[in-house]
């Protein structure tokens, strides 16, 4: 008995002793990430600041022991006093949907957040499967590491530790040995580090160098070897929370042109490359063969090329968007086939979006954005900079409009000008087929204020067969993640892009690399999901309800759909208002996106007076308007004047 007892007290300290002079090796500081979980939701772990503490479990799909210590977790109602926890799954093999399957079959609610490039697992140092880190958030300090379960319940250190924290007071760091735990898959074990000159640097300017380039808009530029091992923490942290290089979209849906983002293998091969040091290696530098942006244009000489107002862009501070009316000086329509858009300084333009339409009576700067409902010629973001329109579809501009754009403009401690010219082409002869760019709005949208999640949505119902090519997602700062679904005429959804960590920062249509062919009567679905809490740092003001508008602390659902039809129509080349402007009100006022509009979803004032003329064109009787006799109800009641649905 005591011979037992002793050896189990000698093991114990042989592991408290490896643990102890494992643990000044041991990282100790909670880098922030971010990671998308099993259910397609962005997390990340510098956004919890306010919360008290933070548990992340080591997770691989061979074993359950994780999946134990999340329903130990979920059992002692901590997350009601505040603390996150979430799964971290370094483990390649396993999907999205085995994850959720594995969790629903042990009715676990926690997120499990798919590390699959392995480098949230391997900056931790979480090498087992159930290994328990606690984050201070405090001071984003791990303060404790070990098995989240001892002789099946809570281990009591874990407890101490978590219980400390809720109390908000100080806690020492602790440390208790992983006993008999599976290991953790090393997906980023590599024996062999890339080369620099061969894999690493053709990769940088493949993926960075547009913007980090001599007068790019990136703030630093990517001229050296030096330049890149100066700056690899940074770009370690940068990739790590997916902020750089800026491709929001998430990669398991879809596939896009222009898709700026780095694989899996990617991810690795840069990191690892900076864990070991950033090493310069043999061969040449190709990056010393970055050259600043020659400010050509990259398809010739435009047939027409229109200059924006000079607009001065200020040292530091944020602007509000600005907008500019520019005529069309020609005096002939025009098919345009493609279109650049040449940024006078391209460190301080964000983005811009090109439209034209009826001209006002103003020319210059304007104060409105509703230049946004009409048709458009093409989104500027850095890295995106021409459209040259499909094949055989064309934007047709009438003489006697104007040339209208929403300019976001960033600053960067220096004053500066920018004059933002656009260069058109245009078609000898006309396409067959008249690209199109319409807008899914929820003019209805209200945010309650202080809630972290809330989601709007509105739908496009395309009235005729047609080939969507890109969809842009816009909200503003309170924007946290956005989605777009087709609901096929047969019910069926299809989710075909998703921005799980939307950044107002970065905004741009999503190019399909297939065009996806929809049939008359889909539904364009465009959801998004708003953060107006404090824990979102971007919000302009927690304490608001929020409905929509223009300025940015304002809000917006504003979804952006380039498509042709499948067959051309006789006036394919203009915005049929009245179209148009069903659409987006059905759109958002058909709540259950049923495709038709009860006299319940119509506001309550209006009701009554509406009563009637709904029954009357209610024709089949079937209880609500369906998009034709909707549309007799916005022409008979004088709906479709624009400036009454903006109001
Ligand atoms: C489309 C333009 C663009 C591309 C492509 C791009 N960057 Fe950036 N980068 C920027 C801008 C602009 C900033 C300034 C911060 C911001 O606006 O988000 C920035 C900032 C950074 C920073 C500094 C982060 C900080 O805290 O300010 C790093 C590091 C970085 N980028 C690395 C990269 C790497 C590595 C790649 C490629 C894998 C890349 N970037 C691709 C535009 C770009």
Redesign the pocket.
């Known amino acids: 008995m005591s011979i037992v007892r002793s050896f189990v007290w000698l093991t114990f300290t042989v592991f408290s002793l490896q643990a102890a002079a494992q643990s000044s090796e041991t990282v100790s500081r909670a880098a922030d990430f971010t990671l998308i979980d099993h259910q397609g939701k962005a997390f990340n772990l510098h956004y919890h600041a306010q919360r008290p503490a933070i548990v992340l479990i080591g997770h691989a799909e061979g074993s359950s022991d994780a999946l134990q210590a999340a329903k130990a977790l979920e059992a002692r109602n901590w997350q009601g006093r505040g603390l996150v926890a979430a799964l971290v799954n370094p483990d390649s093999q396993s999907s999205r949907q085995s994850s959720a399957e594995l969790a629903r079959q042990h009715d676990v609610a926690l997120p499990v957040l798919m590390d699959t490039a392995g480098l949230i697992a391997n900056t931790y140092q979480l090498s087992h499967v159930g290994e328990t880190l606690v984050i201070d958030p405090r001071r984003w300090q791990i303060v404790y590491r070990g098995p989240a379960i001892d002789a099946g319940s809570i281990h009591p250190q874990l407890q101490a530790t978590v219980e400390a924290l809720l109390a908000e007071q100080d806690v020492t760091p602790a440390t208790v040995p992983m006993l008999a735990a599976d290991p953790l898959p090393d997906v980023t074990h590599s024996s062999t580090i890339a080369s620099y000159s061969e894999t690493i640097a053709p990769?940088?300017v493949e993926?960075?160098a547009?913007?980090?380039r001599p007068g790019?808009?990136?703030?630093?530029a990517?001229t050296s070897h030096a330049m890149i091992q100066g700056?690899s923490p940074?770009?370690r942290?940068?990739?790590l929370t997916r902020?750089?290089?800026?491709w929001h979209a998430d990669p398991e849906i879809g596939e896009f042109e222009h898709d700026?983002s780095?694989s899996t293998a990617e991810q690795r091969q840069?990191v690892a490359w900076i864990d070991a040091g950033a090493p310069r290696g043999d061969g040449p530098d190709p990056l010393a063969e970055v050259a600043a942006v020659d400010t050509e244009w990259e398809m010739g000489e435009p047939d027409l090329i229109v200059t924006l107002p000079a607009f001065d862009v200020p040292a530091t501070g944020v602007l509000d968007y600005q907008f500019f009316e520019v005529k069309n000086p020609l005096d002939r329509d025009v098919w345009v086939k493609a279109v650049q858009i040449a940024p006078g300084d391209r460190q301080v333009l964000?983005h811009a979006i090109a439209t034209f339409g009826a001209s006002s009576s103003f020319e210059g700067q304007v104060d409105s954005g509703e230049s946004l409902l009409q048709p458009q010629l093409m989104t500027f973001?850095?890295?995106n900079e021409t459209y040259i329109y499909p094949e055989n579809t064309g934007v047709y501009v009438p003489a006697d409009s104007s040339f209208y754009t929403q300019m976001h403009y960033?600053t960067y401690g220096r004053e500066t000008r920018d004059e933002t010219r656009i260069g058109l082409y245009f078609a000898d002869e006309a396409p067959e087929h008249v690209l199109q760019h319409y807008s899914i709005l929820n003019l209805g949208l209200e945010i309650p204020p202080g809630v972290a999640e809330h989601e709007e949505a509105a739908y496009y119902q395309l009235q005729r067969d047609a080939v969507i090519y890109a969809l842009f997602p816009h909200a503003h700062y309170r924007g946290r993640a956005s989605e777009f679904a087709i609901r096929y005429p047969d019910g069926n959804e299809e989710i075909v892009l998703s921005v799980p960590d939307y950044?107002f920062?970065?905004q741009r249509y999503f190019q399909f690399k297939d065009p996806i062919e929809v049939p008359a009567g889909s539904m364009v679905i465009h959801r998004t999901t708003y953060d107006n809490s404090t824990a979102n740092l971007s919000n302009p003001d927690s304490s608001i309800a929020v409905n929509f508008g223009e300025q940015t602390w304002e809000e917006m659902l504003y979804g952006g759909i380039s498509f042709r039809y499948a067959e051309p129509g006789e006036n394919d080349f203009e915005i049929n208002v009245e179209d148009y402007l069903t659409a987006v009100v059905m759109g958002y006022m058909d709540k259950e996106m049923k495709g038709q509009i009860a006299l319940s979803d119509m506001p309550e004032s209006s009701r009554q007076s509406l009563a009637l003329p709904f029954t009357i064109l209610d024709r089949d009787k079937s209880g609500g308007l369906d998009f034709d006799e909707f549309r007799q109800l916005m022409i008979q009641t004088n709906m479709t004047n624009e400036r009454s649905i903006m109001d």
Do not use: A, Q
């Open positions: 990769l940088l993926k960075c547009d913007c980090h790019g808009i990136g703030p630093w990517m700056f940074m770009i942290e940068t990739i902020r750089m290089p800026p700026l780095l840069v964000h973001v850095p890295g960033t950044d920062n970065w």
